[in-house]
């Protein structure tokens, strides 16, 4: 049996087309967690960048302690929500002292809010959610802000369902400022949360996603496949 490190494993995701692999990075420059970071980057040099979240686990000094090594590393394609959740005014202060490229905004809900920290050149890149940013109007909404303010945004789909991915590809392409899509370890969409509960599935391939050109969302549930995953709730 060949034997699987985090290198061969990126290696292998790289080549079916990814350009952009993400990993935790909720610990200091001296724990695992950025070892990891360290070699998979030294080793894609020139193929991948890493993008790297701290899910809010770091002060402000933490984050720019740890933000300096990845400005020593390179190849970064982002620092993701590095300051705990209730420091969101610190963020244009860390954006200002680091070189690594910023990104927040998966927990902010309108329009104002991305004003706000944009205004005060609080991130490099914005990542809305779809489901917690008041659906596709609002976040149409928020790419317009984002662009006034020459920023670059990425839906955040994380572990997002089948819907939730379609919206995002329709409003990925209808923007001139989307990066890049998000996809959970490139296999998710073959899951209960993706294409196996759907009619006919998304053409999403690792390095493209196609959009559905189907009425609406460009999507359908196939009613024998969700009945299947489907519980009845009975007071």
Known sequence: MPVTTPVSTA?????????????????????????????????????????????????????????RELDRLGGIAWFEDPLVPDDLPRYPELTRTLDTAICCGEMLSTRYQFRDLLMQRGADMINPDMGRAGGITEMRRITWVADVYGTLWAPHVSAGSAPYMAASVHLAVSSPNCAMMEIYDGNKQAGPFGNKLLKEPLDIKPGSAAVPERPGLGIDFDPAALAAVTVEVRP
């Open 11 to 67: 290696s292998t995701s790289v080549a079916s087309g990814f350009t952009v692999l993400k990993l935790a990075l909720r610990k200091g420059p001296d724990s695992e967690e950025f070892a990891t970071v360290k070699v998979l980057a030294e080793a894609l040099a020139g193929k991948a960048q890493i993008a790297v979240d701290a899910l809010g686990a770091f002060s402000f000094n933490e984050a720019v302690r740890m933000g």
